[in-house]
Structure formats: structure tokens, C-alpha cells
């Protein structure tokens, strides 16, 4: 039988979690020492911060004489755990609190031979709402995300019809998820079900990433993987969108566009997708922005929009007639291997474009993308989007960086691979 130690800190009557929490770097000039009693010195605004950031990761040292760990894990054997627990004091820098250390049953969840926790009953869940969602690749990219971040998490996609939208959020909520992804078509009608709306969302018109927060005993509203113990009830959904800087990041960085103002642009498509991203060029002061929607009222009210946000750009319901430094595919055309290019040869040639950029990641070559290698064109899918967005959503729901190398090559093997 093991024990973890739990820490708490009387002075702040706050739960900080298991020792196995406080991981990182150890922090230098930390000592404990058995308290008698409570602290002579209560501390101050300042101190109360430097211990929360010490509690909340940046690591701990157990007093020499006892046992000094600086590993993921803090347990001892039952007797161990009974010697550690009672009253100590913290002393940083001078400055003395009252810590306790009690010593519960703790459970070690096995590990699986890819160094993956199995799931026990502590395991949180976050997931993609689609439909269809069968050809998403986010869980693969996440639980690599996860894995290597030693969450306890995992990461699900769930076919959800646009009728069962609130009703699948809502359930989300009552069994605590740590957050949410949206594909389509849940992106717009997300913003009315959202309970708050991040700026982004707000600027970008579409929910992509959605997190679920609580009140903590202060009444500050938190990121569910702030709270150790029991997550309280009346959960909120924050709705946000990542996906307008993964565009722009993905262009810069998988395309190698050294920059996007002064360029002149052909969007193809005016829906949700394409609406967001003729916003952000917008944002991004791009020279001209070339709008072609199957329907071309949609098209314009997106450039009507543009013209009223911001004033001075330069849009264009229609094909261009001159040469374009990239055209971006923003529809669902190139899904299926049936589909036609979604642009119309009879008006552009792509040897007018000198990028293109497909945000289909699945199949990883779209016929328009082959047919943009065969005119000369540098042609990159959507792949460096999914991966920046799914990265923003990640760590807006840890709270933690994430790792991207081992998310592209998990994205990599499940499109190139499969």
C-alpha cells in the first residue's frame, strides 16, 4: 500500500492538490521545518504570490533528514506517509508558513508500455464535435499532445448533428469535460450557445475551441485543470477561435510567405471558413483580397463586412484578372475524389497564382493541389493549420505549451500514413 502526501496551506484555507502537482524545477531555498504552532508573520500580498506561483509547479524539495524527491511522483509507503504527515512550516526566504501535509491512499495508475496512463476514474475527457467527424485527425495530434504532457487525459471525437449541437455542449458541461473542439458546421451556431465569448471569437465570427471554467472559493472563474480535487458544479462555456491565427501562422510558416500585407490574394469560398479567413487577411492588411463564393450574395456581403471593419482595404467580388501571390481553397471541395477543382478554369488559370494553400488536410493531396504542383505553384494542404490551431485550443486548456514536434509527426503519420 502507498500514500501521497497532500499539501495544503492553511494561512490561504485553499486546496493546492497532491505533492504530485508541484513538479518542475526544484526551487532553490526551500526549506521545511516542523511548525509548533502557527506562523508568528502573516504574509504579504506579494509573499502570497511567489508561494502560489511555488505551489502551483515550480517545484518543491522535501527537508533534508527526510527524503528529497524531484521526480512526477511524491508517495511513501504507509509508515513513511504516516512520519510526514501533521504540521510543518514553509520557510522562503525568511519567511515562515504554515503548511500541512496529510497522508490519504493513494492509487498509482498503470502505465501502458507507450508510456501512456491507462484510464481510471480520474481521468478527464476533451473532444472534436463534427459532422460528419469520422475524417478528423485531431485525436491523433492531441492524445500524442497529452502523452507527452503526462495529462490524465484523453481526447475523443464525437459525430454530433447540427440539431444536437446545445444539447451535446451541455452534456459536455455536466460530465466536466476540459474542453471542446468544433468543426463543421458547429463553428457559427456555437456563438449563441457559448455562455461567454472570447475577444477572438468575437473578432473572427466563428467558435472553434471551447472552454469550460468554474468558480474557484473566491469567485474567480478558472480553467477546470486549475481545480486538484472535486470540480465544483454550474460549469460556463467560454467560446474561443484559434483558427484564424493558425491561418496566418500556417501561411507564414508552411508556405513561407515572409509576409502577408501588400499581397494580393484569391479566396476561394465565403462560408464559415471562408468568411474567418477573409477577416483575418483583412487584419493581416493584405494589398488586394479576390472574393469567389458559389453564391456570389454571400461573397458580398462578406467584402460589404470588410469594407466596414476595415476601411481602406482593397476587395473584389470576382476572379482577378492579373497574376495573385495565393489563392486559398476555404471550401469542402476536394473531400471526396469525385470533386472538381472549386475554382472555374473558364475565369483563372493557376498560372496566374504563385501559392496555393488547400486548408483540407484529408486526403493530404486534393486534386487542387495537384493540379497547383503540376502549374509550377507552391502548394501546401491544411495540415500546418490544423496543428497551430489544435496547439492554441491545447494550451488554452492546460494552461501548458504545447508540444508541437510530436504533434505534427502524430498528425503526419495518421494523414500521410493512413
Known sequence: MSATAVLSIREFGEFWGTASDLTACPLSGIEWRLADGLPAKRPK??????????????????????????SQ??????????????????????????????????????????????????????????????????????????????????????????????????????????????????????????????????????????????RDPKGRWLPLTRFAGEVPDNLRAVGFNTDADALARALREELHLKRLRGASVLLLGAGGAGRMAALKLAAEHVGSLFLVNRTVR???????????????????????????????????????????????????????????????????????????????CRAVNGLGMLLYQGAAALELWSGKRAPLEPMRRALEKEIYDN
Request: charged share 20%.
Open 298 to 376: 454571400k461573397a458580398e456581403r462578406v467584402a460589404t463586412e470588410i469594407r466596414r471593419r476595415f476601411a481602406g482595404r482593397k476587395v473584389i467580388v470576382g476572379y482577378p484578372r492579373h497574376r495573385v501571390d495565393l489563392v486559398i481553397n476555404a471550401t469542402s471541395l476536394g473531400l471526396k475524389p469525385e470533386d472538381g477543382l472549386p475554382f472555374d478554369a473558364r475565369q483563372f488559370s493557376l498560372k496566374q497564382a504563385g501559392a496555393v494553400y488547400d486548408m483540407i488536410y484529408r486526403p493530404a493531396e486534393t486534386g487542387l493541389l495537384k493540379a497547383a504542383k503540376a502549374a509550377g
Open 73 to 214: 511522483s511524491f508517495r511513501f509507503n504507509s509508515d513513511r506517509a504516516r512520519d510526514l504527515a501533521g504540521h510543518w512550516m514553509l520557510v522562503i526566504g525568511g519567511l515562515a508558513l504554515e503548511v500541512v501535509f496529510s497522508a490519504v491512499p493513494s492509487y498509482a495508475p498503470p502505465v501502458s508500455a507507450t508510456g501512456r496512463t491507462e484510464i481510471n476514474a480520474a481521468t478527464r475527457f476533451c473532444a472534436v464535435f463534427g459532422h460528419p467527424v469520422r475524417h478528423s485527425a485531431s485525436p491523433a495530434m492531441q492524445n500524442a499532445a497529452i502523452t507527452e504532457l503526462g495529462l490524465n487525459w484523453r481526447y475523443l471525437a464525437c459525430p454530433v448533428h447540427p440539431d444536437d449541437l446545445r444539447a451535446a455542449i451541455d452534456g459536455a458541461r455536466a460530465m466536466k469535460f476540459i474542453g471542446l473542439n468544433l468543426t463543421v458546421p458547429h463553428k457559427i451556431f456555437a456563438l449563441k450557445m457559448a455562455d461567454k465569448l472570447d475577444e477572438s471569437a468575437q473578432a473572427w465570427g466563428a467558435v472553434n475551441t471551447v472552454r469550460f471554467e468554474a
Open 45 to 70: 500580498h506579494t509573499q502570497r504570490s511567489a508561494l502560489r506561483r511555488f505551489a502551483l509547479g515550480y517545484g518543491w524539495e522535501i527537508m533534508p533528514g527526510l527524503t528529497q524527491r524531484r
